[in-house]
C-alpha cells in the first residue's frame, strides 16, 4: 500500500510565497520521478512541474522562473517552492508518483488547496 501526502496549501496574496511537500509512504523499493500537477475549476488538471530520480527537472511555461520543484530522496519527499503567485495559480495541487513496489505504478495524493487572493 502506498500512500501519497500533500500539505502546504492555503490562502496567500498575490506576491506571496507557499511551499508544498508530498510524501511518499508504504513498501516503495524506488521512486522514479515525482510530479506536481494542479486542477482549478472548470478546467483540465496540467502539469505543473516534474523531477525525476537524477534530479532532472521541467516546468509549464505558466510556472517557469517562479516556482521550483526538488526533492529528498532518503524522506521519499518532493517540494515545490511557489513565489511570485498570481491568482491564476489558484487551483487544487495534485502530486503524482511513478514509482515501483513489487511492480511500477502510478499513485496521486488527495490534493491541496492553493489560493491567491487579495
Known amino acids: 500500500q502506498v500512500e501519497l501526502v500533500e500539505s502546504g496549501g492555503g490562502l496567500v496574496q498575490p506576491g506571496g510565497s507557499l511551499r508544498l511537500s508530498c510524501a511518499a509512504s508504504g513498501s516503495i523499493l524506488s521512486i522514479n520521478r515525482m510530479d506536481w500537477y494542479r486542477q482549478a475549476p472548470g478546467k483540465q488538471r496540467e502539469l505543473v512541474a516534474g523531477i525525476t530520480v537524477r534530479g532532472n527537472t521541467h516546468y509549464s511555461d505558466s510556472v517557469k522562473g517562479r516556482f521550483t520543484i526538488s526533492r529528498d530522496n532518503a524522506k521519499n519527499t518532493v517540494y515545490l517552492q511557489m513565489n511570485s503567485l498570481k491568482p491564476e495559480d489558484t487551483a487544487v495541487y495534485y502530486c503524482?508518483?511513478?514509482?515501483?513496489?513489487?511492480?511500477?505504478?502510478?499513485?496521486w495524493g488527495q490534493g491541496t488547496q492553493v489560493t491567491v487572493s487579495s
Open positions: 503524482n508518483a511513478v514509482l515501483v513496489t513489487t511492480l511500477l505504478g502510478d499513485y
